[in-house]
Antibody, heavy 121, light 106 residues
Framework: QVRLVESGGDVVQPGRSLRLSCAASGFSLISYAINWVRQAPGKGLEWVAF????????FYIDSVKGRFTISRDKSKNTLYLQMNSLRSEDTAVYYC??????????????WGQGTMVAVSP | DIQMTQSPSTLSASVGDRVTITCRAS??????LAWYQQKPGKVPKLLIY???TLESGVPSRFSGGGSGTEFTLTISSLQPDDFATYYCQHCNNYWTFGQGTKVEIK
């Protein structure tokens, strides 16, 4: 079964760090581009970060550039989002989502269940 | 950056109604547009990709249209399961979502 499972969400103080994990099953992460998308409480979807299938390209929304970093562990088929210098406005449910192949390129066809990050004093 | 603007923000409708949601891009994006459905507390679900191609398993009452800068998501006959929030999304290295349209019961 094709799945993404996020973990690592927590309540943290402003300025602290957190690392989210996104474990894939049923497919290989090195064959697909993966995105992180977040949703603040009661708000819409906001794209956060992207890593290409071969890992050669990474893109980030301006508000997290220099603070968030994507990495991968191919042996564990797991993606990570390292979040440093967290701010209250980073509070959200974080989803990892797979970009489709072929005609589904530029769309997100598989989503994880999400993990909650709360940044609070 | 390309901005995506959805309208309306909220749509009140009854079961059986035909409803249309519009998504406008600030510049031409060809057909690089997807639509998602999200129910409260649930994960977003891909409905349509490449502007008009229905994702596998999505009911045929959903349809997408448009190209360039104006796109639509139409539900031909609204069903109880369709009351949700709908998002359009574009990708051009940076991914952008519309602000969402909540379809609520009239």
């Amino acid at each position: 079964q094709v799945r993404l499972v996020e973990s690592g969400g927590d309540v943290v103080q402003p300025g602290r760090s957190l690392r989210l994990s996104c474990a894939a099953s049923g497919f290989s992460l090195i064959s697909y581009a993966i995105n992180w998308v977040r949703q603040a409480p009661g708000k819409g979807l906001e794209w956060v970060a992207f890593i290409s299938s071969d890992g050669s390209n990474e893109f980030y929304i301006d508000s997290v550039k220099g603070r968030f970093t994507i990495s991968r562990d191919k042996s564990k088929n797991t993606l990570y989002l390292q979040m440093n210098s967290l701010r209250s406005e980073d509070t959200a449910v974080y989803y990892c989502a797979r970009e489709g192949h072929g005609t589904k390129i530029n769309s997100l066809d598989i989503w994880g269940q999400g993990t909650m990050v709360a940044v609070s004093p | 950056d390309i901005q995506m603007t959805q309208s309306p923000s909220t749509l009140s409708a009854s079961v059986g109604d035909r409803v249309t949601i519009t998504c406008r891009a600030s510049q031409s994006i060809d057909s690089r547009l997807a639509w998602y459905q999200q129910k409260p507390g649930k994960v977003p679900k891909l409905l349509i990709y490449k502007a008009s191609t229905l994702e596998s398993g999505v009911p045929s009452r959903f349809s997408g249209g448009g190209s360039g800068t104006e796109f639509t998501l139409t539900i031909s006959s609204l069903q109880p399961d369709d009351f949700a929030t709908y998002y359009c999304q574009h990708c051009n290295n940076y991914w952008t979502f519309g602000q969402g349209t909540k379809v609520e019961i009239k």
